[in-house]
């Protein structure tokens, strides 16, 4: 990668934005990514904390049995 030189920056002592690795435009869609995915894993702990898998698992035994005519 290639870093360019800005030859009078505006900001004394900042990250010239030609140097800098990810450009500023996909920062915040990284930030939303990282949002959702902690947002997904406290929802699925919580539910399994709340006792889904085992409900889930039941509805869907009852459902394959009653489309088989067993149940």
């Known amino acids: 990668m290639v870093r360019q030189r800005i030859a009078n920056p505006s900001f004394s002592g900042s990250i010239p934005l030609a140097a800098s690795r990810t450009p500023l435009r996909t920062r915040p869609a990284v930030a939303l990514a990282l949002a959702l995915v902690t947002l997904s894993l406290a929802a699925m702990a919580i539910g399994y904390l709340a006792g889904d898998?085992?409900?889930i698992?039941?509805?869907a035994v009852t459902i394959c049995l009653e489309c088989?005519?067993?149940g």
Request: net charge positive.
């Open 57 to 59: 698992l039941r509805k």
């Open 53 to 55: 898998p085992s409900l």
């Open 68 to 70: 088989i005519g067993v």
